[in-house]
């Protein structure tokens, strides 16, 4: 009864047990690829080639208690996983609490390079849960187990106590269930054993699979690497022991590859450490080393194509999907072939002539080249595969709908590789180089223009026999987006026909006329299959600068004197260009020498009468708007306003960008007119602009003064000056603004005087002046002579003349004090005054009223008689007339200005004195100045006058001649009013032989 209840149980358990098949047809050939049974304990069984079993009991397929194999799962101790009844082994912990396994998808039977999977989940109560995907892929030789090992929280796991999940296969080899252990490291380990060659022991190689006449069972990483792992005896996996492979035992596996030859089986192993989710895979092989088997070799393609070169994509697949999964292009070894037409294509090659596959490349493209003759419809292939697939060439059509078809078709029509665009009328150039350029000329904003689009054929060439239709459009490249990557300009686009007779070249429809600028444009032409842009870019500008403002803005006449605001000569001031077209973004230039003022002085400078502006425009123009461009450090150097001619502001720098300017895609004018098809490179205004100031000097300044003082240390008082003095309208570089003339010429200029610093102001009047005005930006000044007062005064020792003007603008002279104040007052190059500075001081000198007296004089007439000559100046009420000690060579007379009276007429009423002195009888002479001895008993007298002023008179200088006029000394300011009756010669009486009232003798001789 007993033995019947356990037959009875062991029916029942074997019943329940679910079985998988995959590949079920196959195992049979060296073709059809692998046959798998697999249990939901996780048994499996794998046939190949006589379809008898691989691992051991050969002959034993799930559900058997006979096969030495599974995943076992250590946990807290224990261990879980399928019984096993060829040894006395059994699972510590039992079988998995629960089990199971999917129906294979897709079903069988399997078409080869498909790929089958079935699902495994087991686990263990309250403990860890495994779910397993088994792949596999017709005709490949192994079986890929991707796993999901999932760890609860409170589980109990450590690195002490981990969670260990086993697989291990009792092998056998094909038939000779002895083998040698082999463990491959790199970065896919492999560990597995392999039937001795020969039966050699020891093992011929333990780290690196046999090449040839053997069969390899193994376990190879795919994501994860192993923990440890032994390919040892079969038993050693299941009993505890050495070599310490088993999975019943608390360590770890021992990492042993047998050398010896042996009955072997082989295991891995995974450790984790911590609850969590884990996910690994690895493959277990049964079966050669070569590269693995593929299905297909697939070849991509349009479909059709012109005599244009023709790209062919080709891979290997290890599935029979079309187009090919991209995990299932071959990846690894070596695959060469070539690929053919059938029926073969007249003239038609392929480059290379051999591709290859696998680790170097998962894809190779062959260039195909058809010509004239090749035209027709063909059949794709692959011929002298060095390895066959299972299921020959496959095709797919990329053209829309990836249709999967070997056919192609070559038609006859000239084959287009590009598009180029070319002014109109220009000859088509290839290559293009530098000095071989098909250009676009620059363009104009709101003007139209056409240009030519070119069909390129092999080798550069036109594309005569070109028939299509395009799109042809421009945009901003600027900032050199990729050519068929960039985005078209609204606007632009435009549809282009081709016929035969076009010859591969045609005008576009109709204008293209752009509103805004574009610093760099190319063109661009798209067809179904190409794209492509021009060689060259053009550039699109704005015809004009509209305006130009300025803080410096005025009426438009340009000749008001007292328009505002007021700019001085030398400030700075901005200029503002705009063009109010968007796009343009350039800064422009000023060219100084297309200024005007169109007031010009009568005189003072050359026409046009225009200054020097400087300064430069440093702010862009804004794109949104084109205007904008700036400049804030404009200067200007002389007075009123000037204004720009046409092209007094300009840009010469905008169609660089597209390199128009240099490579003369553009005049060197402005010119808005086309000359030989093109325009000018430069624009700027196109009309005299309004006018632009006021300016007025900086400042006014004073030439050094010229002037010799008349005597040396003093002046006398009515002695000509002589000074000239010249004033000048200045700008702020101290430069003459010669503008500063007629109506802009507004300073008064007056005379202030002073003496010895006192603050006491003398009249302007005492000096005498020349009327004067500004011409030139000058003012000349002139001062003849300081006038004597109606009674003496001075003197002025320290007389300082100064020159002050009034400026209706404010424009000041640098100044100098001439006032009495503790104040500094030093030159103010802002032009205003400051402290009590009033005037520029012209001289300073001592101003002295002085005259010339002659004395009386009396004596023997043997004797020569010495005349007391005085030259004086007032030196004030107190002192007098004062000798002028400071006047030794100012005042000399010579003889010549003295004259000689000898008969005299005397007052009515008075008695006449007897003269003996005849004309000429006594003479006179200088240094001292005295009249010559007239001799014994010629008593009598002599008048002597000294001329100063208006010569009168007779003079002697010798003793009996008959005397000549007198001349004048020429110094009328040293007359004197000794009469009362005005300013006169000064005069004095020679007496001889007469004594003074004061004296009894005439002459006394002395004896000593």
Excluded at 102 to 126: D, E, H, L
Excluded at 626 to 631: F, L, M, R, V
Aim: proline share 5%; net charge neutral.
């Amino acid at each position: 009864m007993v033995l019947v209840f356990f037959v009875l149980l062991l029916v029942n358990s074997l019943a329940s047990a679910q079985v998988v098949e995959l590949n079920s047809t196959g195992g049979t050939t060296a073709t059809n690829g692998l046959h798998f049974y697999i249990e939901n304990t996780t048994k499996i069984q794998v046939r190949r080639l006589n379809n008898t079993g691989q691992v051991y009991s050969p002959t034993a397929i799930p559900p058997s208690n006979n096969l030495d194999n599974g995943i076992f799962i250590r946990g807290n101790g224990l261990v879980y996983g399928p019984s096993h009844t060829v040894t006395t082994f059994n699972p510590t912990g039992g079988m998995y609490s629960t089990s199971s396994i999917s129906a294979v998808t897709p079903a069988n039977p399997a078409t080869a390079g498909v790929q089958q999977s079935a699902t495994s989940n087991f686990g263990i109560a309250s403990g860890p849960q495994v779910t397993v995907v088994w792949k596999y892929t017709t005709p490949l030789d192994f079986l890929t187990a991707e796993v999901t090992l999932t760890i609860p929280a409170a589980y109990p796991v450590s690195a002490a106590n981990p969670v260990r999940y086993y697989h291990v296969f009792d092998t056998y080899l094909g038939g000779s269930d002895s083998g040698c252990g082999v463990n491959v490291a790199g970065s896919k380990r492999i560990v597995g054993t392999y039937s001795s060659l020969g039966g050699a022991t020891p093992c011929p190689t333990s780290t690196a699979l046999p090449t040839s006449g053997t069969i390899v069972e193994s376990f190879r990483e795919r994501v994860g690497t192993f923990s440890s792992y032994c390919a040892a005896g079969w038993s050693t996996f299941f009993v505890n022991g050495a070599p310490n492979c088993s999975v019943l035992q608390s360590a770890a596996m021992s990492n042993t590859i047998t050398t010896t030859l042996q009955d072997t089986g082989i295991g891995i192993a995974y450790d984790f450490t911590a609850p969590g989710t884990y996910t690994f895979s690895y493959d277990f092989v049964i079966g050669s080393t070569t590269v693995p088997p593929y299905d297909h070799i697939e070849i991509r393609h349009d479909g059709s194509t012109t005599q244009c070169p023709e790209n062919f994509v080709v891979l290997a697949c290890t599935s029979s999907t079309v187009p090919c999964p991209p995990l299932n292009i071959v990846n690894t070894g070596t695959l060469t072939g070539s690929l053919a037409f059938i029926p073969a294509a007249t003239g038609a090659t392929f480059t290379p002539s051999t591709f290859t596959l696998g680790s170097s490349a998962t894809t190779a493209t062959v260039v195909m080249q058809p010509t004239a003759a090749s035209a027709g419809t063909y059949t794709l292939a692959a011929t002298g595969l060095s390895s066959v697939p299972l299921n020959g060439t496959k095709c797919t059509n990329a053209s829309g709908t990836a249709a999967q078809s070997c056919s192609f078709t070559i038609t006859n029509t000239p084959c287009v590789t590009g598009f180029e665009c070319l002014e109109t009328g220009l000859p088509y150039n290839t290559p293009v180089t530098a000095s071989n350029r098909n250009p676009l000329y620059t363009k104009l904003v709101n003007t139209g223009f056409r240009f030519d689009v070119v069909a390129i054929g092999v080798g550069g060439a036109i594309a005569t026999g070109y028939a299509g239709s395009v799109n042809v459009e421009l945009y901003d490249d600027s900032t050199a987006p990729a050519c068929t990557a960039a985005t078209a300009l609204a606007g632009t686009t435009q549809a282009l026909t081709f016929a035969a007779s076009d010859s591969g070249r045609k005008t576009i429809a109709s204008n293209l006329a752009l509103a805004n600028a574009y610093g760099k444009l190319r063109c661009r032409v798209r067809e179904t299959t190409v794209t492509a842009c021009s060689s060259d870019s053009f550039t699109v500008r704005p015809s004009a600068i509209s305006s130009i403002s300025s803080t410096a803005n005025a009426d438009n006449s340009g000749g008001s004197a007292t328009n505002t605001p007021i700019v001085k000569a030398g400030a700075n001031f901005s200029l503002t260009a705009d063009t109010g077209v968007v796009g343009y973004n350039g800064t422009p230039k000023i060219n100084p020498a297309l200024l005007e003022w169109t007031s010009v002085p009568a005189s003072g400078r050359a026409t046009p009468g225009t200054g020097t502006l400087a300064g430069s425009f440093t702010t862009a123009a804004s794109a949104a708007s084109g205007n904008g461009a700036s400049g804030a450090a404009f200067t200007y150097d002389e007075v009123g306003y000037f204004r720009f001619k046409a092209q007094g502001v300009y840009d010469d720098t905008f169609a660089a960008l597209s390199s128009d300017i240099a490579n003369g895609d553009c005049t060197n004018d402005a010119s808005n007119t086309l000359v030989g098809g093109k325009y000018g490179c430069k624009f700027g205004n196109t009309s005299v602009s309004n006018h632009f100031g006021r300016f007025i000097p900086d400042h006014l300044s004073m030439v050094p003064v010229s002037w010799v003082e008349p005597c040396t240390g003093f002046t006398y008082m009515d002695q000509p000056l002589n000074l000239n003095v010249t004033l000048e309208g200045r700008n702020a570089a101290n430069g003459r603004t010669f503008n500063y003339t007629g109506i802009f010429g507004k300073a008064v200029v007056s005379v202030e005087m002073e003496n010895a610093n006192s603050g006491v102001a003398i009249a302007p009047s005492r000096l005498t002046t020349s009327a004067a005005s500004w011409l030139g930006g000058q003012y000349l000044f002139s001062a003849s002579s300081f006038t004597k007062a109606a009674s003496p005064d001075g003197p002025y020792d320290a007389l300082a003349i100064g020159l002050a003007t009034t400026e209706s603008d404010g424009v000041k002279m640098f100044d100098r004090d001439m006032q009495a104040s503790t104040t500094a007052c030093t030159a103010d190059t802002a032009g205003t005054s400051s402290g009590t500075c009033t005037a520029k001081t012209m001289i300073n000198t001592k101003m002295r009223q002085g005259r010339v007296k002659l004395s009386n004089a009396y004596g023997s007439e043997r004797l020569a008689l010495p005349i007391p000559v005085r030259i004086e100046y007032w030196a004030g009420s107190s002192a007098g007339w004062t000798i002028n000690t400071l006047d030794t060579a100012c005042t000399f007379p010579s003889a010549t200005n003295f004259a000689n009276s000898f008969s005299f007429t005397f007052p009515a009423g008075t008695t006449a004195k007897p003269n003996n002195l005849a004309a000429c009888e006594t003479a006179v002479s200088v240094n001292p100045v005295r009249l010559s001895a007239p001799g014994v008993g010629n008593n009598g007298f002599a008048d002597v006058t000294l001329n100063l002023g208006s010569a009168s008179g007779n003079q002697c200088v010798s003793v009996g001649g008959s005397g000549s006029a007198a001349v004048t000394l020429g110094k009328p300011w040293l007359q004197f009013n000794w009469l009362g009756t005005g300013n006169t010669n000064p005069k004095a009486r020679v007496n001889f032989g007469i004594y003074k009232k004061a004296n009894e003798f005439i002459y006394t001789r002395e004896n000593h």
